[in-house]
């Protein structure tokens, strides 16, 4: 193509060039190509909303369990929660008779003392209580425990009567009569009990408190005041 070039008039612009008619009546200009620019599709923004939406997400669940955290710490701290005791102040034989072929007849009467030292924890003892007294491995007496709500740093004393009728044996009864004459008889008592805590007006589900008490004690007699010379107490609970 011809390209003619405009004059310059002092004026300090640029010369620009004038397109020149070939003849045809189409003036052509200075052909310019423009490539086809690629469009790139972006997820830029998607992406963005679904950081933020995950951001807050973390921010509320640490939020959560910061104060989870805390209340549960205020909770216990409140609370103060101990573990109640149990002694077994005394124990009366009523009746310990030998029948035919060495079997048992018992009834023992024994005193319990339940002690609740929490300020804000009441605790109900429900039933199907068990109360079990052994000598060496064989059962002697069975018992229930009473029903009872005990209020908030109270002590509670009861009574409780086992009994039974137990095939004692030949052997057996010649430890029973040894360990008689040496004043030191081994029993183990058992206890298991459903308890539920109340801590305010909130109550846990029925747990199972259970004790085992190992005594020796002097004589077995009935009618006769029994010495407790030791006392060992093991205990455990079964959410």
Same mark, same amino acid.
């Given at each position: 193509? #011809?390209?003619?070039?405009?004059?310059?008039?002092?004026?300090?612009?640029?010369?620009v060039? $004038?397109?020149?008619n070939? @003849?045809?009546?189409?003036?052509?200009?200075?052909?310019?190509? %423009? @490539?086809?620019?690629?469009?790139?599709?972006?997820?830029?923004?998607?992406?963005?909303g679904?950081?933020?939406?995950?951001?807050?997400?973390?921010?509320?669940?640490?939020?959560?369990?910061?104060?989870?955290?805390?209340?549960?710490?205020?909770?216990?701290?409140?609370?103060?929660?101990?573990?109640?005791?149990?002694?077994?102040?005394?124990?009366?034989? %009523?009746?310990?008779?030998? @029948? #035919?072929?060495?079997?048992?007849?018992?009834?023992?009467?024994?005193?319990?003392?339940?002690? #609740?030292?929490?300020?804000?924890?009441?605790?109900?003892? @429900?039933?199907?209580?068990?109360?079990?007294?052994?000598? %060496?491995?064989?059962?002697?007496?069975?018992?229930?425990?009473?029903?009872?709500?005990?209020?908030?740093?109270?002590?509670?004393?009861?009574?409780?009567?086992?009994?039974?009728?137990?095939?004692?044996?030949?052997?057996?009864?010649?430890?029973?009569?040894?360990?008689?004459?040496?004043?030191?008889?081994?029993? $183990? $008592?058992?206890?298991?009990?459903?308890?539920?805590?109340?801590?305010?007006?909130?109550?846990?589900?029925?747990?199972?408190?259970?004790?085992?008490?190992?005594?020796?004690?002097?004589?077995?007699?009935?009618?006769?005041?029994?010495?407790?010379?030791?006392a060992?107490? %093991?205990? #455990?609970?079964?959410?």
């Open positions: 193509m #011809n390209v003619q070039y405009a004059k310059s008039y002092g004026d300090g612009k640029p010369v060039p $004038i397109p020149e070939n @003849g045809n009546g189409i003036i052509q200009g200075p052909s310019s190509h %423009r @490539g086809n620019v690629p469009r790139h599709s972006s997820c830029k923004s998607e992406s963005d679904s950081c933020g939406c995950l951001c807050w997400c973390c921010c509320l669940l640490l939020v959560f369990m910061f104060g989870l955290a805390g209340v549960l710490i205020y909770t216990v701290i409140s609370l103060d929660p101990k573990p109640p005791s149990y002694k077994f102040n005394k124990i009366e034989v %009523r009746k310990f008779e030998f @029948g #035919n072929e060495f079997s048992l007849h018992t009834q023992i009467a024994i005193t319990i003392e339940a002690e #609740n030292p929490n300020r804000n924890i009441r605790i109900f003892y @429900g039933n199907d209580s068990m109360v079990a007294m052994v000598y %060496r491995g064989t059962i002697l007496s069975l018992g229930n425990l009473p029903v009872f709500y005990q209020d908030k740093e109270n002590s509670t004393i009861f009574d409780v009567v086992v009994e039974g009728v137990t095939s004692f044996g030949y052997g057996l009864h010649s430890k029973l009569v040894k360990d008689t004459n040496s004043g030191q008889i081994p029993l $183990i $008592i058992f206890i298991k009990v459903p308890a539920v805590l109340q801590a305010w007006t909130m109550d846990t589900k029925e747990l199972t408190v259970y004790i085992q008490c190992n005594l020796v004690v002097d004589s077995l007699q009935p009618d006769k005041k029994v010495d407790i010379i030791s060992q107490y %093991r205990y #455990n609970v079964k959410f």
